[in-house]
């Protein structure tokens, strides 16, 4: 019998600082925007079976794209943070790899199994890959995004160019607006949907991707707050965990 299983083994908690508030607005700032992104991306892959009209079309993927924006930024403005954060909200305490990262993974996994899972202050090492992965489908989704905003709706950074490719002669770029196809070059648009149509294959393998990962990361962390403790979830409001156990990240 362990110590931790033993009738009279009583917890020690200890309280340790672990996200910084910067990272934390982060978070919630990115669930709500993706949150929002899934739910009018759903609409907009059923457009026509919910018989919108052009108008409603271009009205929905208006408010997706600003929803995107908003994404976007709160997301570059969290890769600028890690490399100021703290030592677990930092490059370091994110991503996967580094000296003897494959023997805490083990180390880790073993605990975990063992039914005395470690605890750690930052993200556990299979957490850092579960973020890596998130981290990098958003910036799929940043990216194909914005690309697909310069083709729908000219917005930018990119609408001015798509513009400027599909714009009829004699027309002013500025001018071209969605919908508007008497302002346009047919050929020139084939062309540009023709460029368009792998980069929004893209943008909805990683939609799906994305919606899978983060329902994974949901349930990893309840199976984790119920399993390890370490109050996870209201760590992310007050920035602090609270452990029983000495952690192997603790400074």
Request: hydrophobic letters at 50%; zero cysteines; a neutral charge.
């Amino acid at each position: 019998m362990t110590q931790r299983s033993s009738p009279d083994f009583v917890p020690e908690y200890k309280e340790y600082v672990a996200w910084d508030a910067p990272t934390r607005w982060f978070h919630w700032i990115n669930a709500l925007a993706v949150l929002a992104l899934i739910a009018t991306g759903v609409v907009i892959l059923n457009d026509d079976a919910l018989g919108l009209s052009a108008g409603g079309k271009i009205l929905l993927k208006s408010i997706h794209v600003s929803f995107g924006y908003v994404m976007a930024i709160n997301l570059l403005w969290r890769f600028v943070w890690a490399f100021y954060g703290n030592r677990y909200t930092g490059w370091r305490g994110i991503l996967p790899g580094g000296r003897g990262y494959l023997t805490s993974l083990r180390a880790y996994v073993l605990s975990f199994l063992s039914g005395e899972p470690q605890q750690f202050v930052g993200h556990n090492p299979l957490a850092r890959i579960g973020v890596s992965v998130l981290f990098m489908l958003l910036l799929i989704q940043l990216t194909t995004g914005l690309v697909i905003a310069g083709t729908d709706l000219f917005w930018p950074p990119f609408g001015h160019w798509f513009a400027q490719w599909i714009a009829a002669p004699g027309v002013d770029p500025t001018a071209v607006q969605p919908g508007a196809s008497d302002l346009i070059d047919k050929a020139s648009y084939q062309a540009m949907r023709a460029f368009r149509g792998p980069i929004v294959e893209v943008h909805e393998l990683a939609f799906y991707a994305l919606a899978i990962v983060i329902a994974l990361h949901i349930v990893a962390v309840v199976l984790t707050e119920l399993h390890e403790g370490g109050s996870i979830t209201s760590a992310m409001f007050t920035g602090r965990k609270i452990l029983t156990r000495k952690p192997p990240d603790a400074e």
